[in-house]
């Protein structure tokens, strides 16, 4: 018994956890716990009502520490640490115990093991509580400036969303131009919108803004520093090559996408009259009049759809997804062959038409200037060859639609309908620490609660770097990445997460395994000692946009602003661990030979006390 | 500027919306139609692709909203109007619509819920159950508020004169709580049985049950509930009737309490005691007859209105304490005034009868019909026997002296009416019941003179041609060569009654007809500290009326002597009793101000007055100085609207009013009472009009004292830098589809009933078909319904219903490990990231895919269901396939039409319906209107993920515009 006076908050999720979890049990085990003044249970704890209750209970109770035993931390634990704020307990001074996808869903078929373990997962949640101290959030002002990677039209509308917020802009473009693929497409669906007249609007728009600089010939190489503070290296290629650094407070990745190229060979990829999407956009794109290939005219267009898409999980070309946007490209390009006039005859050759929304009235359109289109089952996909009697291209289909009927189409030219796949970018994902998902595309933290962002805080992405999207829907996201990096920079300041790593500086020898372990170059010699990083580096422009005349920016109270290191009275090295760096993951804990590193929120004792509430025999 | 931005919806898009501003320093308005905040997401079980439960990812984005700092929610609130003003500002008006719930107080603990009497259709689950109509919306609601749902007053309620709850005891006899319907109906009267009897119900004529077979039994009902009581306390005592106030009513009068005397002991008289000494005040009634009850105890016939149930109401009143002085006419109201009672009610009634002016109207053995049901009620030996009877008057006196007279033995009864039987201001059931005792019946024909030489012997009548003339004016012609002569030994005059108010002359004024004039709102009189109410003041009219003449003069009494301030505080029932009678007076009476009216509260005060504070008055709590802020009545429900909420109704016959044949001289009661079974059932009818049957159970139960059912809502202005719509869509009525059987066939439900039987708040606690409970083993979805489909005008595709019925076919089968799962499609359309996968798995756990449409659905007797389909993977054949279960995914359509908010504007919507976006390429989220944005469904079909990031792009040109107008400003 410690003399504290905590509150256990155990969750049914409405049945998600007390289906298979006893929760009445668990929670009478932690009112056996000396120091437990308030165990309960709730239908959902993260409702209102209940945190609510909870509020009350710290209020009313005294409570000095909060334990809610439900679902993952990363759903709910911003959640609780609210409402501990709320209720004035240190948000630090609270526990989040898994106990439904730890126990619940994970014990199905065992109800009485997995409310055991949900009983020790509490009692190890208590244990931590016990020895929590309050901890201050740490604050570091923003730089009101962002980086944005990638000039298509994801990237160059998000340069601009953010300049029209007051923040300042770095735009960095791979190629010598701006515009990205729709800076190439005349006509796109659905409305017929010119994509080079778009790019061109973007561009002008871009180019009157003082904010906005812009870097084409241009890679991002490095980067240093964290969420609100990051230094990015650029590297300038072409004419007048240069490294440039430039501090940006949020970094937008907007990279895009590649073109699916066919393998040779792959529905006869390769003969003279097989094409793809994008070949053939630029194909119909250059003609006025009637449609020629090779100066012939064209009579049956047969389109192939899906191909290097919806490939199944683990193939190795192509993308196991839909790409979403391509079966409203085809079926739009072939209207555009229809406007063009001359008699054309179009096939369609698809296994599930995707127009999706509104797309759907292009697809009604396109059947109703007289494309046909048959299906094909998945496992029976066409055949493309070429007619060595005719010498032009035959299509073997086996057609659902017409009883299943092989039907074999004669054609002038073969359209591979390409998908999307990730480009290969590992230069920047290794600059970045930038996560990729089983697909290759970009990952973001959640699709729904947190779509744009990464586990690298203050690193978005946008647009189709981080799967399928049109153009109009890479808009909308590139948008949304300027709305979530607004919210962090126009406060001024970002809180940091204080469950860092600490040295004590008496117990610390300095010799260096917390530097080898740790992966976020966080440690630091103290001060004295210490050699700037920077001026290894030559040469090197330093850019950065000071935070804009008379707002200095109101830090939250109760926070604790990032310090640079006191000079320590010894005269020893000693290691010095940067708070703004720190990730809290731990690595350097456990190396340490003289236990001078203890990580806030999860000190040695906290650890220790954890254990003992995972083996503690409650004699049942 | 109150605000940077409003945001209009908050579901996920208007939630989503109003965090991003808010956490960019932004001010937020978000106004929300609903009582919770959480739009549809919050319905769904689990979302696709991840399989995260919906509720736990929404949780928290509600509760973030609700409580962040940036943020203000108006819940349960619907925008107006939105009109541009200057420098590209708006001008928002919004209404918040009273929840009847303070929503400061209330704790979210539902014992309102529990305690409401009115079940209607849940639509947190799809319709599937049912809920109160006071409820809170889902567990986890946001706030976590009650809610009462107010459609309006009951027609029955509303078309009470009485003001009378009848939906709520109506409702409260459906539950089985017939002690507490009882007390409901004292919170209007002590008179329950005999209006339970002798009502002329005005609430079943207006019962909407009426236009499908038959009014709900209401006054049965009541008398059904007063039975059951008075069964239950044979001796009425102040302690069998729950007092409002017991420290101070069952006591009695405190001392120095204010004392009021009644003149007069009818229904408005013993109502008004009844209301006054729930009040404190001490109540003496003053009565000339020898027994109180007025009309209920001297006129009605005991066939109809039993003496000892009279007896037993009055009781009621008596238990209060109040004193009832018998064989006391009372002829010098300043004489009461010097006795020291602080006001007086004038409730005389109209015990005058008209005569007949024709000859021989003086010969002994005419009389009138009061004097002789008078008489008769009295227990005065009235002897009929063999004696042959002629009752004049075609309304209901003339029908109760004539069956009255039937019962006392007479040889033979005739009754002579001016009127053609058509005409006959008497109910027409009377009349048939009349006419079945054998009474004979005389229509059109008027008295020409009455033959006798010491009594009546006979009565020449002569044709009536007319009774009224073009102006409905009573005036009646005669054809005086047609001659009829009744032999008789009887005449009992029915003809008509007035009041008697000679003696009150001069004090009081009178009209023409000898009624007191009175104040129509507030029944003050002349002289300030008296008031009249009742048939006194009013003329003849029905029970109920003088009941509720009796309770509007119980308040005014009330605030006159304590002020109006007295009113607002006085609870639910004194503010009912204001507006008692709204139905026929077609307003509610505004309480003038006090300057304005002799009701005026300086003179109340001025008598208690010392040095300007006024003190308690004594037995009565201290009435804090209010503005009188009584509410106004609800108006009535339409019938066509209650009917139009139902698709189809069962036709449940209506219980006829059995009466007893008695024998000519039993005057025992003839109508038969409700069994326990029949008043069930007929309470069951009930269609809940105005949803709140106002039983008032709520009010009892509330440990926080929150429910208010005289809330007003409440007008909001709001000045706004930018707007953001984001109202949602709303889903295809799958009945549209009739080929489907939406609505007819039990076992057929839409893609939302199947998430909300999959969600952790599910209805059954697991996957059950509605039609008999069965654990379905064949479920059928149907792709496209109200999609892609041009013969219910949507050609687009909806985008959404792939993917939920992809999800809930995992979920399913993770339920219902042994089910098969059949999709029929047209294609199936999984874009977006790892959604192609999310199908791929659901194909790997055994889901079948068809392609081909669905072309009709027929029922088994079994309830289960024929699907007859194509079946494109088999060489297109027409098949049919058996299950237990169907599913229809049904599509999307445009929510509200976004244009009403805007009426000065020109709102573009594209040819489907939705807003449309200006500049979809470079601006998603823009509308045509400078500084409107909107975000998620509002602009198309949309999945929360593309609505999340929908939302993000209006979040960012809405904050560009706000700097834009900053910088020019």
């Given at each position: 018994m410690s003399g504290r006076r905590l509150g256990v908050y155990v969750c049914r999720c409405g049945g998600n956890i007390s289906d298979y979890v006893d929760v009445?049990?668990?929670?009478?085990?932690?009112?056996?716990?000396?120091?437990?003044?308030?165990?309960?249970t709730a239908m959902f704890t993260c409702s209102d009502a209940t945190q609510q209750e909870i509020v009350k209970d710290i209020e009313e109770h005294r409570l000095d520490g909060l334990v809610v035993a439900s679902c993952s931390p990363k759903l709910h634990k911003f959640t609780f640490r609210e409402v501990a704020k709320r209720a004035g307990l240190n948000p630090y001074q609270y526990t989040q115990v898994n106990i439904r996808e730890q126990c619940s869903w994970a014990h199905t078929n065992d109800k009485a093991g997995a409310t055991c373990k949900a009983g020790c997962l509490t009692r190890a949640g208590i244990g931590r509580t016990r020895f929590a101290?309050?901890?201050?959030?740490?604050?570091?002002?923003?730089?009101?400036?962002?980086?944005?990677?990638?000039?298509?039209?994801?990237?160059?509308?998000?340069?601009?969303?953010?300049?029209?917020?007051?923040?300042?802009?770095?735009?960095?473009?791979?190629?010598?131009?701006?515009?990205?693929?729709?800076?190439?497409?005349?006509?796109?669906?659905?409305?017929?919108?010119?994509?080079?007249a778009l790019i061109a609007q973007l561009v002008g728009e871009i180019r009157a803004r003082s904010a906005i600089t812009v870097f084409t010939n241009t890679e991002v190489v490095g980067k240093s520093g964290s969420t609100g503070n990051y230094m990015a290296t650029l590297e300038v290629r072409g004419n007048a090559p240069a490294t440039i650094q430039v501090k940006v407070g949020a970094i937008i990745v907007a990279t895009g996408f590649a073109s699916y190229t066919p393998e040779i060979g792959e529905f006869g990829y390769g003969l003279e009259g097989v094409v793809t999407l994008p070949e053939f956009k630029e194909l119909v794109e250059g003609t006025s009049g009637p449609l020629c290939y090779l100066g012939r005219p064209l009579r049956t267009i047969v389109y192939v759809y899906c191909v290097g898409s919806r490939q199944g999980a683990g193939a190795a070309r192509g993308s196991p997804d839909c790409s979403r946007y391509c079966c409203a490209a085809a079926v739009h390009a072939s209207l555009a062959v229809a406007a063009l006039g001359g008699k054309v005859h179009q096939y369609h050759l698809y296994s599930d038409m995707r127009t999706y929304g509104r797309y759907e009235a292009l697809y009604g359109e396109s059947r109703d200037k007289g494309s046909l289109f048959p299906k094909f089952a998945g496992d029976s996909q066409p055949v493309v060859a070429r007619d060595d009697s005719s010498g032009g291209l035959i299509v073997t289909v086996t057609d659902l639609l017409t009883a299943g009927q092989e039907v074999v189409i004669p054609a002038d030219l073969v359209v591979l309908v390409t998908g999307m796949v990730p480009r290969p970018t590992e230069a920047l994902v290794n600059a970045l620490k930038l996560p990729t998902g089983t697909d290759g595309f970009f990952h973001e933290i959640h699709p729904k609660l947190r779509p744009v962002e990464t586990v690298v805080d203050g690193v978005y992405i946008c647009g189709a770097c981080q799967g399928p999207k049109n153009s109009s829907e890479s808009v909308a996201s590139g948008l949304a990445a300027v709305a979530q990096s607004a919210a962090i920079l126009k406060k001024g300041y970002a809180e940091l997460d204080p469950q860092v790593a600490r040295v004590d500086p008496d117990v610390c020898i300095w010799c260096g395994k917390c530097l080898e372990a740790c992966p976020y170059r966080a440690v630091e010699l103290a001060p004295g000692m210490y050699v700037t990083q920077g001026d290894e580096r030559p040469g090197v422009l330093e850019l950065s946009h000071t935070t804009r005349a008379g707002e200095t920016p109101a830090l939250p109270e109760a926070c604790a602003a990032v310090e640079a290191p006191a000079p320590h009275a010894a005269s020893r090295e000693v290691a010095w661990i940067d708070p703004a760096m720190c990730k809290g993951c731990g690595a350097c804990v456990p190396m340490c030979p003289t236990e001078a590193v203890d990580l806030l929120g999860y000190t040695g004792t906290q650890v220790k006390a954890m254990i003992d509430g995972l083996l503690e025999d409650r004699g049942a | 500027m109150d605000y940077d931005v409003l945001v209009v919806g908050a579901g996920i898009g208007g939630m989503e919306s109003a965090l991003k501003l808010g956490d960019m320093g932004y001010k937020v308005l978000l106004v929300e139609k609903e009582a919770s905040v959480g739009g549809k997401m919050i319905l769904l079980s689990k979302v696709f692709p991840t399989l995260d439960c919906a509720s736990c990812i929404s949780t928290p984005k509600m509760g973030a909203t609700i409580h962040h700092p940036n943020v203000t929610v108006l819940?349960?609130?619907?925008?107006?109007?939105?009109?541009?003003?200057?420098?590209?500002?708006?001008?928002?008006?919004?209404?918040?619509?009273?929840?009847?719930?303070?929503?400061?107080?209330?704790?979210?603990?539902?014992?309102?819920?529990?305690?409401?009497?009115?079940?209607?259709p849940d639509q947190f689950n799809a319709d599937m159950v049912s809920r109160r109509a006071a409820y809170i919306a889902f567990p986890q609601a946001v706030p976590k508020k009650a809610v009462i749902e107010r459609a309006g007053t009951s027609p029955c309620t509303f078309n009470c004169p009485a003001g009378i709850k009848a939906h709520g005891y109506v409702s409260l006899v459906r539950s089985g709580q017939h002690e507490e319907a009882f007390q409901l109906i004292l919170e209007a009267t002590p008179l329950v049985g005999s209006l339970g009897r002798a009502c002329y119900a005005p609430c079943e004529s207006a019962c909407t049950r009426g236009s499908l077979e038959g009014p709900v039994a209401i006054r049965r009902l009541k008398r059904f509930v007063a039975d059951t009581h008075y069964r239950g306390h044979s001796e009425p005592a102040a302690a069998a009737i729950r007092l409002q106030d017991p420290d101070v009513v069952g006591a009695g009068p405190a001392d120095g309490a204010k004392r009021v005397a009644i003149v007069g002991s009818g229904p408005a008289g013993l109502t008004a005691a009844w209301q006054l000494a729930r009040l404190g005040y001490g109540v003496t009634i003053f009565e000339a007859a020898p027994e109180p009850g007025g009309m209920l105890r001297l006129a009605i016939p005991e066939h109809r209105l039993p003496n000892a149930v009279v007896e037993q109401d009055v009781a009621n009143v008596t238990a209060l304490g109040v004193e009832i002085v018998t064989n006391t006419p009372v002829t010098n109201l300043d004489g009461l005034k010097a006795q020291g009672y602080d006001a007086i009610l004038v409730a005389t009634g109209t015990h005058r009868a008209f005569g007949l002016d024709v000859p021989g109207a003086g010969l002994?053995?005419?009389?009138?019909?009061?004097?002789?049901?008078?008489?008769?009620?009295?227990?005065?030996?009235?002897?009929?026997?063999?004696?042959?009877?002629?009752?004049?008057?075609?309304?209901?006196?003339?029908?109760?002296?004539?069956?009255?007279?039937?019962?006392?033995?007479?040889?033979?009864?005739?009754?002579?009416?001016?009127?053609?039987?058509?005409?006959?201001?008497?109910?027409?059931?009377?009349?048939?019941?009349?006419?079945?005792?054998?009474?004979?019946?005389?229509?059109?024909?008027?008295?020409?003179?009455?033959?006798?030489?010491?009594?009546?012997?006979?009565?020449?009548l002569q044709r009536c041609t007319a009774v009224f003339d073009a102006e409905r004016k009573f005036s009646p012609l005669y054809d005086e060569s047609a001659r009829l002569e009744l032999a008789c030994d009887t005449v009992i005059l029915a003809i008509g009654m007035s009041a008697d108010t000679a003696s009150f002359t001069p004090t009081l004024p009178t009209n023409r007809n000898g009624t007191l004039q009175a104040d129509p709102a507030t029944l003050q009189t002349a002289v300030p500290y008296i008031f009249a109410a009742g048939d006194v003041g009013t003329g003849p009219t029905m029970i109920t009326s003088a009941v509720g003449q009796g309770r509007r003069a119980a308040t005014a009494i009330h605030g006159w002597l304590q002020g109006p301030a007295a009113l607002a505080c006085g609870g639910p029932s004194l503010a009912d009793s204001w507006i008692v009678g709204a139905a026929e007076t077609g307003a509610t009476p505004a309480l003038p101000d006090a300057a304005a009216t002799r009701l005026d509260v300086r003179a109340a005060h001025s008598e208690t007055t010392s040095a300007g504070v006024t003190p308690a008055p004594p037995g009565l709590p201290v009435l804090p100085d209010l503005v009188c802020a009584l509410p106004d009545v609800m108006p009535a429900v339409n019938g066509a609207d209650v009917l139009a909420r139902q698709r189809c109704y069962d036709t449940r016959v209506s219980l006829p009013v059995k009466v007893l044949r008695s024998a000519p001289d039993d005057m025992a009661e003839i109508e038969l009472p409700l069994s326990e079974d029949e008043a069930w059932y007929s309470a069951g009818r009930c269609l809940d009009c105005g949803v709140c049957s106002e039983c008032h159970q709520c009010l009892e139960v509330c440990p926080a004292d929150a429910i208010d059912l005289g809330m007003p809502g409440r007008e909001i202005e709001a000045q706004v830098g930018a707007v953001i719509l984001a109202t949602g869509f709303t889903l295809f009525p799958a009945d549209l589809k009739p080929q489907y059987g939406y609505g007819r066939y039990k076992n057929v439900i839409t893609g939302m009933q199947m998430d909300r039987l999959l969600a952790p708040t599910r209805p059954y606690n697991t996957v059950l078909r509605p039609g008999d409970g069965k654990v379905p083993e064949r479920i059928a979805y149907v792709m496209c319904t109200g999609s892609r489909d041009k013969t219910v005008g949507n050609p687009l595709c909806s985008k959404i219903c792939c993917m939920y019925s992809i999800k809930q076919n995992q979920l399913i089968m993770g339920a219902l490990p042994l089910a098969d799962v059949t999709v029929h499609y047209i294609d199936m359309r999984a874009v977006g990231k790892g959604y192609d996968e999310f199908y791929e798995q659901a194909r790997d756990m055994g889901a079948n895919y068809i392609k081909g449409r669905v072309a009709r659905i027929t029922e088994k007797d079994d309830g289960n269901l024929i699907l007859h389909y194509e079946d494109i993977d088999h060489g297109g054949s027409v098949a049919?396939?058996?299950?237990?279960?169907?599913?229809?995914?049904?599509g999307v359509q445009p929510g509200l039409d976004a244009r009403q908010f805007f009426p000065d504007d020109n709102l573009l919507l594209d040819e489907y319906g939705y807003v449309e976006e200006a500049d979809e390429d470079l601006n998603p989220g823009r509308a045509n209107i400078p500084g409107v944005f909107i975000a998620g469904a509002i602009s198309g079909a949309k999945d929360i993920p593309d609505s999340i990031l929908h939302a993000g792009a209006a979040v960012a040109q809405a904050a560009a515009y706000l700097e834009k107008v900053r910088v020019r400003a």
């Open positions: 009445e049990q668990v929670a009478a085990e932690a009112r056996q716990d000396p120091d437990v003044v308030v165990a309960r101290a309050p901890l201050e959030a740490l604050v570091v002002q923003t730089e009101p400036s962002a980086l944005v990677i990638g000039g298509g039209i994801a990237g160059l509308r998000a340069a601009l969303g953010l300049a029209d917020l007051g923040l300042s802009v770095f735009l960095v473009e791979k190629e010598s131009s701006l515009g990205g693929w729709v800076g190439r497409f005349e006509a796109m669906y659905p409305h017929g919108k010119k994509g080079k | 819940t349960y609130s619907e925008v107006a109007h939105i009109r541009q003003g200057v420098d590209g500002h708006f001008q928002a008006a919004i209404r918040q619509k009273p929840r009847y719930v303070d929503e400061a107080r209330c704790t979210g603990c539902r014992q309102c819920e529990m305690a409401c009497t009115v079940a209607v002994p053995g005419v009389i009138t019909a009061l004097a002789f049901l008078r008489s008769v009620k009295l227990g005065e030996m009235v002897d009929l026997h063999g004696k042959r009877v002629v009752v004049i008057g075609g309304g209901n006196v003339a029908i109760d002296a004539a069956r009255s007279a039937r019962r006392l033995g007479a040889a033979a009864v005739h009754l002579v009416s001016l009127e053609a039987r058509s005409e006959m201001p008497a109910h027409a059931w009377e009349v048939t019941e009349a006419l079945a005792e054998g009474i004979v019946l005389h229509n059109s024909w008027g008295a020409r003179q009455f033959r006798g030489d010491t009594a009546v012997q006979s009565l020449e049919e396939a058996e299950y237990d279960l169907v599913v229809l995914a049904v």
